[in-house]
């Protein structure tokens, strides 16, 4: 089936048409660059001009640009169906908060589960650009997320199934990492880029975003160690400032091979177009694929009802009011008795197929176990012998990082030792050295890192930290 879609970027925009399926065929590439300065969507409008003057497209599929969504990846129960949708939708409803939603299937496995990437984004921004292809002739046909197309784009790369590794996307600015365990995904982020591509310090950013992934799997897992390092959208001589700090993590390097299969026109080379391919992957026309317009008009359909319903009621209102001192709490108890009903069906659904609830058994065990670890070890045995959080630890800690990283200390449990902050620096902050540099203090048991921000201006890292207990005898109590 023929399909056109438009990946929009902060520099640019992407569009390539051809056939859709497993494996893509691209009859025609193209990219039009944002010129000037201003409102990115009026940038956008005016490349979108020139796209619809030169290929005239039926109807286009849309991408949105990486900063203007927001993206999830959701392990779920296994199941299939009406069951499975229902929990997908409950589970996206619970991730997100107010931006219109919808998900697609990632990976099945009977035993493993189901993985759903789920995308967002907020009505305002999915109307502006409705508007921008409206004004340009362009007819939409669905809306979706970058990460959709990634996750797709790597189930057809060698050895994803057979090694762990870390996947990198790289967009204008920013670079979308991905981290899977033989297929099996584990962890994203999008990391700002702030510095010329192939610089020293662009290489710099990205061997430091690497690093702090690592630092990420190896508090989680001591099972299979991260091997590869595989990245796309980025050419050779960009990233090739980075090659040497990556190989010294001890990880092996290499850009993105895509499936032969898979036809780009002409002498263009498939990597440079993996944001369309990934767009354009779809295994049978029933893959439930993410469709955020369809989606926006569900929600204003259902809005819409509301408002007539609002509407209906405004000339009762003097009825209503006198039937409310009668009636009122009779009815409020029956809406109640209806939605808790609704809730219990479908929770009696999920049982009687079980696969549910034993995750949730099971998981319910795990937590009572590790709760049981954490109670007998650090209340009963160390409940007195953590030291006493003073000025001179504080200031001990402030060394760590010297004079260009700040503190802010966010919580400490005396009970069980734990002492939450954040690292706030100007400069980029090495994680691995700066976790390094705090174990070897002696103040801390373990050092958790627990994020890694940049927000206006400011690099943030978010620590964690068990501090370490007096010693009796034998060892630390």
């Known amino acids: 089936m023929g399909q056109t879609v438009i990946v929009f970027q902060e520099d640019c925009i992407l569009t390539a048409a051809g056939r859709e399926g497993k494996y893509p065929a691209l009859t025609e590439a193209d990219r039009f660059d ?12 005016q490349a979108l001009e020139k796209l619809e003057a030169r290929h005239n497209p039926e109807q286009v599929r849309l991408v949105l640009p990486a900063g203007l969504c927001v993206t999830r990846v959701l392990q779920l129960p296994y199941g299939k169906g009406k069951q499975l949708a229902e929990m997908a939708a409950r589970e996206v409803r619970e991730n997100f908060r107010n931006e219109i939603t919808d998900y697609s299937i990632v990976r099945r496995e009977n035993k493993i589960g189901v993985d759903i990437c789920a995308g967002g984004a907020e009505q305002g921004n999915l109307e502006r650009f409705l508007h921008i292809c ?24 060698e050895h994803f199934y057979k090694r762990t590794g870390i996947y990198l996307f790289f967009e204008a600015g920013s670079m979308t990492s991905i981290l899977c365990q033989k297929g099996q995904y584990l962890y994203s982020s999008r990391t700002r880029l702030f510095s010329e591509p192939g610089t020293l310090d662009y290489g710099t950013e990205i061997v430091r975003s690497i690093s702090g992934i690592i630092q990420f799997y190896a508090g989680r897992s001591q099972e299979e160690p991260i091997t590869e390092v595989c990245y796309g959208g980025c050419p050779d001589e960009d990233f090739e400032v980075s090659v040497e700090g990556i190989r010294t993590l001890n990880l092996n390097v290499s850009p993105m091979v895509i499936d032969p299969k898979i036809s780009v026109p002409g002498r263009e080379k498939a990597s440079d177009w993996i944001p369309c391919i990934g767009a354009l992957m779809r295994s049978t026309r029933k893959e439930k694929q993410i469709d955020l317009m369809s989606a926006g008009r569900k929600s204003e359909e259902q809005g819409g009802q509301w408002d007539i319903g609002r509407h209906l009621v405004m000339p009762g209102v ?27 069906e ?11 609830q034993k995750a949730q058994e099971l998981e319910s065990q795990l937590m009572a176990v590790e709760n049981g670890i954490v109670s007998v070890e650090l209340l009963n045995q160390n409940l007195s012998s953590y030291p006493e959080f003073s000025g001179g630890v504080l200031r001990t800690i402030e060394g760590v990082g010297g004079s260009q990283i700040g503190l802010l200390i966010t919580d400490y449990d005396v009970e069980t030792g734990t002492l939450t902050f954040d690292a706030n620096s100007l400069a980029v902050i090495d994680v691995s050295g700066y976790i390094l540099r705090l174990q070897e203090t002696g103040l801390f048991h373990t050092v958790d890192y627990t994020g890694y921000t940049f927000e206006d201006g400011w690099y943030t890292l978010s620590l964690s930290c068990t501090m370490e207990g007096k010693v009796y005898g034998g060892g630390a109590q």
């Open 346 to 356: 479908w929770i009696d659904r999920v049982r009687r197929e079980g696969t549910y």
């Open 134 to 157: 409206e004004e340009t002739g362009l007819r939409v046909n669905g809306i979706t997320v970058p990460l959709e197309g990634y996750l797709k784009i790597m189930q057809h790369l």
């Open 34 to 45: 944002l010129q000037g300065q201003g409102d990115s969507f009026d940038r956008w409008r």
């Open 318 to 344: 003097v009825f209503l009011t006198c039937a409310i001192l009668t009636g009122g709490i009779a009815a409020a108890n029956r809406i109640v008795s209806a939605k808790n009903l609704t809730k219990q």
